[in-house]
């Protein structure tokens, strides 16, 4: 999501551009800055009324797609999805192609479950700028959870020829690799990264699961703890371990992980499936 203080640039920038106004357009730009003010205090509630009262004094502005942008983003933190959702449209509507809507657009999408018109966002920012870091990032995720192989592919290898130390890209390509039935390279690979910076313990859980997957249980126990080690209050790796020890018979020790998992303020429902599980 677009920070506050790049869009407070932009939008003081779009003013100062527009200061031979009218006395009604200098309202306008009055009600922008106190609605800016507000949301320096926080006042994210108060900060929108300023914001919609100056979309009234000025409607026809092109300007104004980075109001409703803004007010996406309060009615978001604010939990108002729906309604986010619909400022977000009407930016868009009257800037179709202002990358910042576009992205949090897409993250709202994200977020909500809705990724087939997430990945529709991000294809058109990558129209616009093909070199996109984080558009290719999450476009090759969704492809890769679509089982559009040759797709993600394409958009990882395109983002580590942009960076090639870039390890977030370098896991979605290695995940990429488990799935798409290339176990040698994807286990060289996580290998290869773990030495690269082994105090990451997400790449530990990564490996774990792998070996899982190679009925190496014993390795992937051993990475288990590595990861717990580095992240002690991770309350995903005590639910994967437990996962792990129900698989392999070990209920004394799945019972521990879900008691700490639970400690932990572990999702209920999980915890829930992994006793039942547990307990069949």
């Given at each position: 999501?677009?920070?506050?203080?790049?869009?407070?640039?932009?939008?003081?920038?779009?003013?100062?551009?527009?200061?031979?106004?009218?006395?009604?357009?200098?309202?306008?730009?009055?009600?922008?800055?106190?609605?800016?003010?507000?949301?320096?205090?926080?006042?994210?509630?108060?900060?929108?009324?300023?914001?919609?009262?100056?979309?009234?004094?000025?409607?026809?502005?092109?300007?104004?797609?980075?109001?409703?942008?803004?007010?996406?983003?309060?009615?978001?933190?604010?939990?108002?999805?729906?309604?986010?959702?619909?400022?977000?449209?009407?930016?868009?509507?009257?800037?179709?192609?202002?990358?910042?809507?576009?992205?949090?657009?897409?993250?709202?999408?994200?977020?909500?479950?809705?990724?087939?018109?997430?990945?529709?966002?991000?294809?058109?920012?990558?129209?616009?700028?093909?070199?996109?870091?984080?558009?290719?990032?999450?476009r090759a995720y969704i492809y890769s959870s679509q089982?559009?192989?040759?797709?993600?592919?394409?958009?990882?290898?395109?983002?580590?020829?942009?960076?090639?130390?870039?390890?977030?890209?370098?896991?979605?390509?290695?995940?990429?690799?488990?799935?798409?039935?290339?176990?040698?390279?994807?286990?060289?690979?996580?290998?290869?990264?773990?030495?690269?910076?082994?105090?990451?313990?997400?790449?530990?859980?990564?490996?774990?699961?792998?070996?899982?997957?190679?009925?190496?249980?014993?390795?992937?126990?051993?990475?288990?703890?590595?990861?717990?080690?580095?992240?002690?209050?991770?309350?995903?790796?005590?639910?994967?371990?437990?996962?792990?020890?129900?698989?392999?018979?070990?209920?004394?020790?799945?019972?521990?992980?879900?008691?700490?998992?639970?400690?932990?303020?572990?999702?209920?429902?999980?915890?829930?499936?992994?006793?039942?599980?547990?307990?069949?």
């Amino acid at each position: 999501m677009l920070g506050y203080p790049m869009m407070k640039k932009i939008l003081l920038a779009v003013y100062l551009l527009a200061g031979a106004l009218s006395v009604s357009a200098q309202s306008y730009q009055d009600l922008v800055k106190q609605g800016l003010d507000a949301i320096s205090r926080d006042s994210l509630l108060q900060a929108e009324e300023y914001f919609r009262a100056a979309l009234k004094k000025e409607p026809a502005l092109k300007s104004n797609a980075l109001l409703f942008n803004y007010i996406g983003q309060i009615q978001e933190k604010t939990g108002r999805d729906a309604e986010a959702l619909e400022s977000y449209n009407l930016g868009i509507n009257l800037s179709p192609h202002t990358m910042g809507i576009l992205l949090n657009r897409a993250a709202l999408y994200m977020r909500t479950g809705r990724k087939e018109k997430a990945l529709t966002d991000y294809s058109d920012i990558l129209d616009l700028n093909p070199d996109h870091r984080h558009a290719l990032m999450m476009r090759a995720y969704i492809y890769s959870s679509q089982n559009l192989f040759k797709n993600a592919r394409l958009d990882y290898e395109h983002l580590l020829q942009l960076e090639p130390d870039n390890e977030d890209a370098v896991l979605g390509l290695i995940l990429l690799n488990e799935k798409d039935n290339r176990p040698k390279e994807a286990m060289d690979q996580i290998n290869q990264l773990i030495q690269k910076n082994s105090r990451r313990a997400d790449y530990y859980v990564v490996r774990a699961e792998m070996e899982m997957n190679r009925k190496a249980y014993e390795s992937a126990e051993i990475d288990y703890k590595k990861a717990i080690e580095l992240e002690p209050g991770n309350v995903i790796y005590y639910l994967n371990r437990a996962s792990y020890y129900i698989k392999t018979g070990q209920k004394d020790k799945a019972r521990q992980d879900l008691k700490k998992a639970s400690s932990l303020n572990a999702d209920p429902g999980e915890l829930a499936a992994l006793y039942e599980e547990l307990e069949n």
